[in-house]
């Protein structure tokens, strides 16, 4: 199966590498190309994951892909994406995305990865740990069982990070908005 994968470059996203590491058909995109080059990419891909922070609206593209607007995945793709059966989309609000433009796979709602996010949803932590404990442990689980299908990976990072989540607030956060669909 070939997997394209959109990872707008970002040091604070750097914590997801880990999940398409061991993928051996992979085609990864950080940035430098146009949305009609990313579109040709898309049909010609089994599987599309798309990594990084967003909004309801879409992934954005954080100034890494020239002429593409805020942007880099947003409804222009939903007729490709539509096609795929393995989409995964893990992004802050991923889940309305996918909702509003009835699309399937696995996906995030809201999911806290800085100390900013945490506090900013009223999680005064002071012991960054946690979120790196989270952000580590989810990457990690989700890589360990990437190549299965997408209900047999969503089952085992539900109950693997969900171990994860009884001694860390932010990985019970994330995990309450982990769907497949």
């Known amino acids: 199966m070939s997997t394209l994968i959109v990872h707008p470059k970002d040091s604070s996203t750097n914590f997801l590498k880990p999940i398409y590491a061991p993928i051996q058909d992979k085609t990864i995109i950080n940035?430098?190309?146009?949305k009609s080059e990313?579109?040709?990419?898309?049909?010609?891909?089994?599987?599309v994951i798309m990594l990084g922070?967003?909004?309801?609206?879409?992934?954005?593209?954080?100034?890494?892909?020239p002429n593409a607007g805020s942007y880099i995945i947003d409804y222009s793709y939903t007729?490709?994406?539509s096609s795929k059966k393995e989409n995964i989309f893990i992004w802050c609000f991923a889940d309305l995305f996918v909702k509003r433009n009835g699309l399937n796979g696995f996906y995030s709602g809201m999911f806290l990865s800085e100390l900013s996010e945490a506090f900013s949803w009223g999680y005064y932590i002071s012991d960054r740990n946690l979120i790196k404990e989270s952000n580590d442990?989810?990457?990690?689980?989700?890589s360990k069982h990437i190549h299965?299908?997408?209900?047999?990976?969503?089952e085992n990072v539900i109950q693997?990070?969900?171990?994860?989540?009884?001694?860390?607030?932010?990985?019970?956060?994330?995990?309450?908005r982990l769907h497949l669909n």
């Open 137 to 142: 442990n989810f990457a990690s689980i989700v």
């Open 148 to 154: 299965r299908p997408l209900n047999v990976l969503f």
């Open 53 to 65: 922070h967003g909004t309801p609206i879409g992934l954005l593209s954080v100034g890494q892909f």
């Open 79 to 81: 007729d490709l994406l």
């Open 38 to 47: 990313l579109r040709k990419l898309i049909k010609n891909h089994d599987r």
């Open 160 to 176: 693997e990070y969900g171990v994860l989540a009884h001694s860390n607030q932010i990985a019970k956060f994330n995990m309450e």
């Open 31 to 34: 940035g430098g190309i146009s």
